[in-house]
């Protein structure tokens, strides 16, 4: 990582820069093939359940939006009319998007 102006607390301000271990003369760091894998591991199994919540949450909106809608129709205003296409009891259950 080049810092130029050796700005060492903002880039501490970053998420997941913790601290620096080695300085510019000592190459790259690199971690013993027992202490890495733990923690890619458990970095790839999160990844993984992330990226099946994705895959299922795209199936599920799938499943709920009218076919061939096309990509620059908003889906807020998608779901708004489907729930003003419900029944008024089941409506009441639900509150519109203040977003616009």
Not at 33 to 54: D, G, L, T
């Amino acid at each position: 990582m080049n810092l130029p102006r050796l700005n060492f607390e903002k880039l501490r301000g970053v998420d997941g820069v913790v601290c620096f271990l080695r300085g510019a003369n000592y190459g790259p760091l690199e971690f013993p093939a027992p202490r890495s894998n733990p923690y890619f591991a458990k970095h790839e199994r999160r990844q993984s359940v992330f990226y099946e919540q994705i895959h299922h949450l795209r199936g599920q909106l799938r499943k709920i939006m009218p076919k061939g809608r096309k990509a620059r129709v908003s889906i807020v205003d998608q779901a708004e009319r489907g729930i003003d296409s419900l029944s008024a009891q089941i409506k009441s259950g639900y509150k519109k998007s203040s977003v616009n």
